[in-house]
C-alpha cells in the first residue's frame, strides 16, 4: 500500500526539540524570556518595529480589530474565500461584515472589485472601519493597490498573513509581507500547517508605537504594570502592584511554544526555497493538463497550491478528482468553502450569488499537497495520479 500523502505537514527537527526541551527545564514555562526572543526575532525578520505575540492566529485578529477601535455599529469588509475567522473577528466586536469579491486568478480581493464597491459606499455614506486583505496561499498579487484603495478612501488597512510568513510583496520584492508602509497591522499564523509552527500561535506586527502597547496589554487580560500608565499606585506599592485599564483577553503564547518558533525562526529561508521549489515543479509538470494553474511566483511563500478544474477541457468533476486522490492516499484539499455561504453568514443576510467570482473558485478548486519535506517522488506520485484520472478517466 502507497504512504500517505498529507496535502502539508509540519517540518521538525532535532534542533526543534532540543530548543522545547531547554525550556521545559527552564525556570519559565510561560511569560518567560522565550516569548520576548520570538517576537524580536520576528519583528527583525519582517522589518516591522514591533510585534506581539499570541495564542494563534484567530486572537491575532480579534485584538487587532479591537486596538483599532472597531465595534458595535462599525463595519468590516474581508475575503470570502478565506477561513472564517477572517470575518469572525469583527463579529466579536458586534460590528457588521461585509466581503469583496475575488480576481479568480490570484483568490484574492480583486482591486476592481473593490474600487467599485467603495465607490459606491462612499455615495451611500457607509464605507467600511476595517479591511482585512487575505493574502491567499502565500499570495500578494494586486496587494498594493488595495492598499492605495484603502489610503485613499480613509479605511484601515489589516493584513490576514495567516498563508504569507516568509513571502514578499509582489511590487516590492525587497519587503517582506508584514511591512507594508500602508498597513495599519499585519497578523500571522502559526498553526502546524504553515510556514513556520508553534503548535497553535500567532503574532501580530506593527510601525503604531500606540497600537503595540495597546496590543500587549490586550492579549493579557488588559493588565499593565508599566509605571508610565499607572493612574493610582502608592508610594508603598512593591513589584506586586498592576492595574487594569482595559477589558482585556488571555490571547498569551506560552515559553513553550515560543521556544519552537525561534528555532524554527533559524530555518525559514530554507523553508521558503524547499515551497517554491515544489510550486515551480509543479508548474512544469502539471502544464499539459485541463487545469488552471497559480500564477508563477517566486514571492508567495507557498502555504498552498490551488489548482481550478478547468470545465471546457475535461468531464471529470472536482469530486470525483478529490475521491480518487484520496483513494490513492493522496490527501488533496479544498480552499475554501466561501464564508458568506455559511449558515450563521446566511442569516446574517448573505445570499449565495452575493460573491460570484468566489462561488466559481469554489466549486472548481484543489489544493495539491505541498510543504518542504515532499519528495519528488511523493510529488510525481501527486502528477501521476492527476494524469490517469484526467486523461485516461
Same mark, same amino acid.
Request: proline share 5%; charged share 20%.
Given at each position: 500500500?502507497h504512504?500517505?500523502?498529507?496535502?502539508?505537514?509540519?517540518?521538525?527537527?532535532?534542533?526543534?526539540?532540543? /530548543?522545547?526541551? +531547554?525550556?521545559?527545564?527552564? #525556570?519559565?514555562? *510561560?511569560?518567560?524570556?522565550?516569548?520576548? $526572543?520570538? =517576537?524580536?526575532?520576528?519583528?527583525?525578520?519582517?522589518?516591522?518595529?514591533?510585534?506581539?505575540?499570541?495564542?494563534n492566529?484567530?486572537?491575532?485578529?480579534?485584538?487587532?480589530?479591537?486596538?483599532?477601535?472597531?465595534?458595535?455599529?462599525?463595519?468590516?469588509?474581508?475575503?470570502?474565500?478565506?477561513?472564517?475567522?477572517?470575518?469572525?473577528?469583527?463579529r466579536?466586536?458586534? /460590528?457588521?461584515? +461585509?466581503?469583496?469579491d475575488? #480576481?479568480?486568478? *490570484?483568490?484574492?480581493?480583486?482591486?476592481? $472589485?473593490? =474600487?467599485?464597491?467603495?465607490a459606491?459606499?462612499?455615495?451611500?455614506?457607509?464605507?467600511?472601519?476595517?479591511?482585512?486583505?487575505v493574502?491567499?496561499?502565500?499570495?500578494?498579487?494586486?496587494?498594493?493597490?488595495?492598499?492605495?484603495?484603502?489610503?485613499?478612501?480613509?479605511?484601515?488597512?489589516?493584513?490576514?498573513?495567516?498563508?504569507?510568513f516568509?513571502?514578499?510583496?509582489?511590487?516590492?520584492?525587497?519587503?517582506?509581507?508584514?511591512?507594508?508602509?500602508?498597513?495599519?497591522?499585519?497578523?500571522?499564523?502559526?498553526?502546524?500547517?504553515?510556514?513556520?509552527?508553534?503548535?497553535?500561535?500567532?503574532?501580530?506586527?506593527?510601525?503604531?508605537?500606540?497600537?503595540?502597547?495597546?496590543?500587549?496589554?490586550?492579549?493579557?487580560?488588559?493588565?499593565?504594570?508599566?509605571?508610565?500608565?499607572?493612574?493610582?499606585?502608592?508610594?508603598?506599592?512593591?513589584?506586586?502592584?498592576?492595574?487594569?485599564?482595559?477589558?482585556?483577553?488571555?490571547?498569551?503564547?506560552?515559553?513553550?511554544?515560543?521556544?519552537?518558533?525561534?528555532?524554527?525562526?533559524?530555518?525559514?529561508?530554507?523553508?521558503?526555497?524547499?515551497?517554491?521549489s515544489?510550486?515551480?515543479?509543479?508548474?512544469?509538470?502539471?502544464?499539459?493538463?485541463?487545469?488552471?494553474?497559480?500564477?508563477?511566483?517566486?514571492?508567495?511563500?507557498?502555504?498552498?497550491?490551488?489548482?481550478?478544474?478547468?470545465?471546457?477541457?475535461?468531464?471529470v468533476?472536482?469530486?470525483?478528482?478529490?475521491?480518487?486522490?484520496?483513494?490513492?492516499?493522496?490527501?488533496?484539499?479544498?480552499?475554501?468553502?466561501?464564508?458568506?455561504?455559511?449558515?450563521y453568514?446566511?442569516?446574517?443576510?448573505?445570499?449565495?450569488?452575493?460573491?460570484?467570482?468566489?462561488?466559481?473558485?469554489?466549486?472548481?478548486?484543489?489544493?495539491?499537497?505541498?510543504?518542504?519535506?515532499?519528495?519528488?517522488?511523493?510529488?510525481?506520485?501527486?502528477?501521476?495520479?492527476?494524469n490517469?484520472?484526467?486523461?485516461?478517466?
Open positions: 500500500m504512504s500517505r500523502i498529507p496535502y502539508s505537514r509540519q517540518t521538525i527537527d532535532d534542533a526543534d526539540i532540543a /530548543a522545547v526541551a +531547554d525550556c521545559l527545564r527552564s #525556570d519559565f514555562l *510561560t511569560q518567560g524570556p522565550q516569548t520576548r $526572543a520570538f =517576537e524580536e526575532a520576528a519583528a527583525a525578520y519582517v522589518g516591522c518595529e514591533h510585534a506581539i505575540a499570541v495564542s492566529g484567530t486572537a491575532a485578529l480579534h485584538l487587532v480589530c479591537q486596538g483599532l477601535g472597531l465595534g458595535p455599529g462599525g463595519l468590516l469588509w474581508t475575503s470570502p474565500n478565506s477561513f472564517v475567522a477572517s470575518a469572525n473577528a469583527g466579536y466586536l458586534g /460590528a457588521d461584515v +461585509d466581503f469583496v475575488i #480576481d479568480p486568478q *490570484t483568490g484574492s480581493i480583486d482591486p476592481d $472589485a473593490l =474600487e467599485a464597491k467603495l459606491k459606499a462612499g455615495a451611500e455614506g457607509r464605507k467600511p472601519d476595517i479591511l482585512i486583505a493574502h491567499f496561499a502565500g499570495h500578494s498579487f494586486g496587494f498594493d493597490r488595495v492598499a492605495a484603495l484603502c489610503a485613499e478612501h480613509g479605511v484601515l488597512l489589516v493584513e490576514d498573513a495567516a498563508h504569507a516568509g513571502a514578499v510583496y509582489e511590487d516590492d520584492p525587497q519587503c517582506k509581507v508584514g511591512n507594508h508602509p500602508l498597513s495599519a497591522a499585519t497578523t500571522f499564523s502559526f498553526h502546524p500547517l504553515k510556514s513556520i509552527t508553534t503548535g497553535e500561535g500567532g503574532m501580530i506586527v506593527t510601525r503604531s508605537d500606540m497600537l503595540a502597547r495597546e496590543l500587549g496589554m490586550l492579549r493579557s487580560h488588559g493588565i499593565t504594570k508599566d509605571p508610565a500608565l499607572m493612574t493610582h499606585a502608592r508610594q508603598d506599592d512593591g513589584d506586586w502592584y498592576y492595574e487594569q485599564h482595559l477589558l482585556g483577553f488571555n490571547y498569551r503564547m506560552c515559553d513553550i511554544q515560543a521556544a519552537l518558533g525561534v528555532s524554527q525562526m533559524q530555518k525559514i529561508d530554507a523553508l521558503m526555497e524547499a515551497r517554491r515544489r510550486a515551480r515543479r509543479y508548474a512544469e509538470l502539471l502544464a499539459d493538463l485541463p487545469l488552471s494553474l497559480p500564477l508563477a511566483t517566486d514571492c508567495s511563500s507557498w502555504h498552498l497550491y490551488v489548482v481550478r478544474l478547468d470545465p471546457t477541457r475535461t468531464q468533476s472536482r469530486r470525483a478528482l478529490f475521491d480518487r486522490l484520496r483513494g490513492e492516499r493522496i490527501e488533496a484539499h479544498v480552499h475554501y468553502i466561501p464564508i458568506h455561504t455559511q449558515p453568514y446566511r442569516k446574517l443576510g448573505s445570499t449565495s450569488g452575493d460573491f460570484p467570482q468566489s462561488e466559481h473558485y469554489y466549486d472548481y478548486c484543489l489544493s495539491l499537497p505541498i510543504y518542504p519535506l515532499m519528495s519528488d517522488e511523493d510529488q510525481d506520485r501527486v502528477v501521476a495520479c492527476l490517469d484520472a484526467l486523461l485516461h478517466a
